[in-house]
């Protein structure tokens, strides 16, 4: 789209001054540059290119950062990514986020993650990523030693997911900051996250923002390893 233009008067006569045009793509929720036009105006599911789930399924070690993102993956469609992930020495982050898959899309992760070793962020923001799902990422991570970063934001987690996460961060070691905020998150629930808290001497930065705690102090100490 060429750039429009427009004309102001001065001392010194009129002058022509090109304005970039407004892109409105940017401002649909589902618009994503790396995605072809019809994908962010339908938001149908879409897999990575067949390249890139070889470059996966290979180990390609030119292929580090998994980006799947706002895919609307739910379903097969998530574990045919697990299936091709499994073994993989390369990647260092995966990015699933805003893909709508639910507790057995993260359980079929979680089994490809136990097969790559080198993984060290993860962001599953915007699933539903409970029950089963969050249990199995929970013992996981009990045992893991490379995970740094976890986005679970906005996967309707709830007290029982959060009690999972309790438990995996209590034992944890190596996590840095973890985002479990907007999941539902009651008392019961924050109890068992401040608990953790006190046993867990490593994770620097906890996100637990939007949540259901009531209890103020509770609230506060869920609160207290920010950025």
Not at 5 to 18: I, L, M, P, Q
Not at 170 to 180: A, F, P, R, Y
Request: a neutral charge; hydrophobic letters at 35%; charged letters at 25%.
């Amino acid at each position: 789209m060429a750039p429009a233009r427009t004309t102001s008067e001065g001392h010194g006569g009129t002058t022509t001054v090109a304005v970039p045009a407004v892109t409105y793509e940017y401002l649909n929720p589902n618009y994503k540059e790396s995605l072809p036009r019809e994908w962010w105006q339908t938001s149908f599911q879409l897999l990575p290119a067949d390249e890139i789930l070889l470059k996966i399924k290979n180990d390609d070690p030119t292929y580090t950062v998994l980006d799947a993102s706002c895919r609307q993956l739910q379903g097969s469609r998530i574990e045919i990514i697990a299936e091709c992930c499994k073994g993989n020495k390369s990647i260092t982050e995966v990015d699933l986020r805003g893909n709508g898959f639910d507790a057995d899309g993260l359980y079929s992760m979680v089994q490809a993650l136990k097969t790559m070793p080198n993984v060290k962020k993860l962001n599953f923001r915007g699933n539903t990523c409970r029950n089963e799902g969050v249990d199995a990422l929970a013992e996981y991570l009990k045992t893991n030693n490379t995970v740094t970063h976890l986005n679970l934001n906005e996967n309707n987690l709830g007290s029982p997911g959060a009690v999972s996460m309790a438990a995996a961060i209590k034992v944890n070691t190596t996590l840095q900051e973890v985002d479990l905020s907007l999941n539902y998150i009651d008392d019961a629930g924050g109890k068992a996250i401040a608990d953790a808290l006190d046993a867990n001497k490593t994770l620097k930065v906890l996100n637990m923002s939007g949540n259901e705690i009531e209890d103020k102090e509770l609230r506060k100490k869920c609160r207290s390893r920010k950025a």
